[in-house]
């Protein structure tokens, strides 16, 4: 497991329905961030973690979505009651430390709410 | 808030030309990094910048940081089809731990 992997890659929601999306790190990895894409545009900031730790929510909706990077395990993007506007794809990053280094993205996980 | 603008945000050549992508803001960053993205797939990384006046070569890619670290500039040399993609700005932020993305540029290189 070389890259930050991300599943599920695609996800299918009914409106009202909740979305969990999932994201490991890279080895060694101890913050992550979370983007949002609609097609053809950039990376929308949501929100960025560290283990255990919400450091900045900013780019989040206030209300029906979540974050979370427990000790053990993947960190979780988590949105109650999807929506048809919630239909995007959503990217995770890792890095080894805050500062000037690279992030490097998992594949996304493209959702559709029908 | 800070914020990264990209121009031109499309860009239709022929193949064998030359282009310039740009990168602006008003605010400085620690770092500056540029990705290109494939239909359906993530942003991979192709090269960061760190130190304004920065010049960086990737094959027929070349990257330059700004002076004062708020901008930077992405110049392809006799594009290929194989450049076609999205390319996309990024600046880092030491002060909020942010990587703030701009809104990317679609380049498409015809045969």
């Known amino acids: 497991n070389a890259g930050v992997m991300q599943n599920p890659r695609h996800l299918v929601r009914r409106r009202g329905q909740e979305a969990r999306l999932r994201c490991s790190p890279m080895?060694?990895?101890?913050?992550v961030y979370w983007y949002r894409q609609l097609p053809e545009e950039g990376l929308k900031f949501m929100v960025y973690l560290q283990k255990e730790n919400i450091i900045d929510e900013s780019g989040m909706p206030k209300e029906r979505f979540s974050a979370e990077f427990p000790k053990e395990g993947p960190s979780i993007l988590r949105i109650q009651q999807v929506v048809r506007g919630d239909s995007a794809a959503y990217f995770c990053?890792?890095?080894?430390?805050?500062?000037?280094?690279?992030?490097?993205f998992g594949q996304g996980t493209r959702l559709t709410v029908v | 808030t800070q914020l990264l603008e990209q121009s031109p945000q499309f860009l239709s050549i022929q193949e064998g030309e030359n282009l310039t992508v740009y990168c602006n803001s008003s605010?400085?960053?620690?770092?500056l990094q540029w990705y290109r993205q494939e239909p359906g797939e993530g942003p991979v990384l192709l090269v960061t910048?760190?130190?304004?006046?920065e010049v960086k070569k990737l094959k027929r890619l070349t990257f330059q940081f700004g002076d004062a670290r708020k901008d930077s500039s992405l110049h392809i040399t006799a594009a290929q089809p194989g450049d076609t993609g999205l390319y996309l700005c990024?600046?880092?932020?030491?002060?909020?731990?942010?990587?703030?993305f701009g809104q990317g540029t679609t380049l498409q290189v015809k045969p």
């Open positions: 990024a600046g880092f932020s030491s002060n909020t731990g942010k990587l703030i």
């Open positions: 605010s400085v960053f620690s770092s």
């Open positions: 080895k060694g990895h101890s913050h």
């Open positions: 990053a890792s890095s080894v430390r805050r500062g000037p280094d690279e992030a490097f």
């Open positions: 910048v760190v130190t304004g006046g």
